[in-house]
């Protein structure tokens, strides 16, 4: 495909988002971007990337009582300034994903990164979501727990993703009106999954 691109991915918890992400960049020879994104924030910002892994782990609280949360840890690892809101982290590692979009074709894992991204002339913003079950069996198996206790996991994380992203974008995390693509992956499967979005992305930019 001519010119860059950007295909941002918003998932549930065990969904495969991210093995699907991965399988996409891979199959369309493409950047991909998810914590990576931590580590390029900090460097941009000066910042260890403690504070805004800090930030992530803080979403499903008030974004607001949660800057003074962080400006105690950034005064532990020896930062000096007043503080930094969780909207200023947000902000810098914005700036990056739209410097990385500018530079190259690539895909982007949450992080809002479909908001952030709006005034790309060629994005494609998917949301990926599976059956309970499914992402039950996946998350129990990643994480080395009882199916319980992965029920409890994919429930809090999704209240936490839904908050940061409603938050920062106005929009409604999982509605189809904020996406261009929602799908399925327990329909297909992760590799059958990626194939399709790589289908889809090839029709909408073109190819």
């Known amino acids: 495909m001519n010119g860059n691109y ?5 998932r549930q918890l065990g969904s495969g988002g991210r093995l699907i992400g991965e399988q996409v960049a891979s199959r369309l020879g493409i950047a991909f971007y998810d914590r990576e994104l931590i580590e390029l924030a900090a460097k941009e910002s000066g910042l260890g990337k403690r504070f805004f892994e800090k930030a992530e782990e803080q979403r499903g609280r008030s974004l607001f009582t949660g800057v003074m949360d962080l400006y105690g840890s950034f005064r ?3 930062y000096t300034g007043n503080y930094l809101s969780n909207e200023t982290l947000f902000n810098i590692q914005s700036g990056v994903i739209r410097d990385l979009a500018a530079r190259e074709s690539a895909v982007f894992i949450g992080r809002c990164a479909d908001y952030v991204l709006k005034d790309h002339p060629r994005a494609l913003n998917i949301y990926i979501c599976a059956g309970m079950e499914e992402r039950i069996e996946r998350i129990a198996g990643i994480q080395q727990v009882s199916k319980k206790k992965a029920r409890e996991i994919i429930i809090k994380t999704d209240k936490q993703r839904a908050a940061y992203y409603n938050y920062f974008t106005e929009k409604t995390w999982g509605a189809a009106e904020s996406y261009h ?16 979005i790589c289908q ?5 930019f073109g190819a």
Do not use: D, H, Q, Y
Not at 6 to 10: A, C, D, E, H, Y
């Open 6 to 10: 950007v295909i941002t991915l918003g």
């Open 76 to 78: 532990a690892e020896g």
């Open 181 to 196: 693509l929602c799908i399925n992956s327990s329909i297909l499967g992760i590799e059958e999954t990626a194939a399709f």
């Open 200 to 204: 889809f992305a090839r029709i909408k």
